[in-house]
């Protein structure tokens, strides 16, 4: 029996198990989703973020719990650019800032937003 190729078609991009697979091995779109979805995890916890009730390592608790696991669904099979590294980055940094918010410079005493470096060691 012979198979004409002309009717299969060619699927260029489909959902399997929540992460989107590409024919082009592409993931800057499955990022890009894994994002929008952190974003709308972080705005449904921000209450809690943003309380001063609770203590920085319980914010950094819940982040760790709650929102990381949504980015990072699926990540042991990615194959990272500098590009999509980086957003990722920029991310994470982005809710550090906001848990820890701003920091009083002791000379001044003016008031400034971390750098990339401090929320590293922090």
């Known amino acids: 029996m012979r198979i004409d ?3 299969f078609e060619s699927v260029e991009e489909f959902k ?13 779109e499955e990022i890009k989703s894994r994002l929008k979805s952190g ?30 696991p949504v980015i990072l669904y699926g990540c042991e099979t990615w194959s990272l650019i500098l590009r999509d590294e980086r957003k990722l980055r920029v991310f994470d940094n982005m809710v550090l800032m906001r848990i820890f ?6 000379v001044t005493g003016e008031q400034r937003r971390l750098h990339n470096e401090e929320l590293n060691d922090i």
């Open 5 to 7: 190729n002309s009717t």
């Open 39 to 68: 974003n709308t995890c972080y705005h449904s916890v921000h209450n809690l973020l943003s309380s001063r009730l609770l203590s920085k390592n319980l914010k950094i608790k819940i982040y760790r719990t709650i929102i990381l």
């Open 101 to 106: 918010g701003l920091r009083r410079e002791e």
């Open 16 to 28: 399997y198990l929540g992460t989107n697979l590409t024919n082009q091995n592409s993931i800057a």
